[in-house]
T-cell receptor, first 111, second 112 residues
Framework: GQQVMQIPQYQHVQEGEDFTTYCNSSTTLSNIQWYKQRPGGHPVFLIQ???SGEVKKQKRLTFQFGEAKKNSSLHITATQTTDVGTYFC???????????WGAGTKLIIKP | EAQVTQNPRYLITVTGKKLTVTCSQN?????MSWYRQDPGLGLRQIYYSMNVEVTDKGDVPEGYKVSRKEKRNFPLILESPSPNQTSLYFC???????????FGQGTRLTVV
């Protein structure tokens, strides 16, 4: 079935450093959603990207959708402790009733 | 407050003892899903429902049942739980296709 590759699996950063996670698909996507899951919590919706080449910003978070609509990225500038958690990309599946979830990228702030 | 409510939050049970995890949403959403989350595997869909009395299998349906008799409720049933069903389970609802998913708080199930 349809799969999406998300990398890296983990990223350790010093507080104040930047963080980036990438999501890649072998097929063209109609849209892609991003979610954040805090430790011990549940996934929470961040944003949806729909247009080719789209770039959206939420404060220090920048989301991009590739021109070919096969990849997407989330970049966090100057990480803070509140950013800790796992970030998931989730495009729709073949049936469109499903979301296909990347394995997630865990953001860890080094002590 | 718009929310998805799952119960129980934690459950330890023995192999073979039937159990039900309840899920209820107060947003009048059409679509509801059950996921399991295991380390390194992300979220895998178990079952989903497009409306009352309409359900379909997700990617990992074996060993699970669901029902959607009312729009707001979507219980997950494990008729004969086994240790490989030990996992973190999430219920989610969406208003329509291509809209955001709202998740319940999760149910951590341990089958011994």
């Amino acid at each position: 079935g349809q799969q999406v590759m998300q990398i890296p699996q983990y990223q350790h950063v010093q507080e104040g450093e930047d963080f980036t996670t990438y999501c890649n698909s072998s097929t063209t996507l109609s849209n892609i959603q991003w979610y954040k899951q805090r430790p011990g919590g549940h996934p929470v919706f961040l944003i949806q990207l729909v247009k080719s080449g789209e770039v959206k910003k939420q404060k220090r978070l920048t989301f991009q959708f590739g021109e070919a609509k096969k990849n997407s990225s989330l970049h966090i500038t100057a990480t803070q402790t509140t950013d800790v958690g796992t970030y998931f990309c989730a495009p729709p599946g073949d049936s469109n009733y499903q979301l296909i979830w990347g394995a997630g990228t865990k953001l860890i702030i080094k002590p | 407050e718009a929310q998805v409510t799952q119960n129980p939050r934690y459950l330890i049970t023995v192999t073979g003892k039937k159990l039900t995890v309840t899920c209820s949403q107060n947003m009048n959403h059409e679509y509801m899903s059950w996921y399991r989350q295991d380390p390194g595997l992300g979220l895998r869909q178990i079952y989903y429902s497009m409306n009352v009395e309409v359900t379909d299998k997700g990617d990992v349906p074996e060993g699970y049942k669901v029902s959607r008799k009312e729009k707001r409720n979507f219980p997950l049933i494990l008729e004969s739980p086994s240790p490989n069903q030990t996992s973190l389970y999430f219920c989610a609802s969406r208003r329509s296709l291509n809209t955001e998913a709202f998740f319940g708080q999760g149910t951590r199930l341990t089958v011994v």
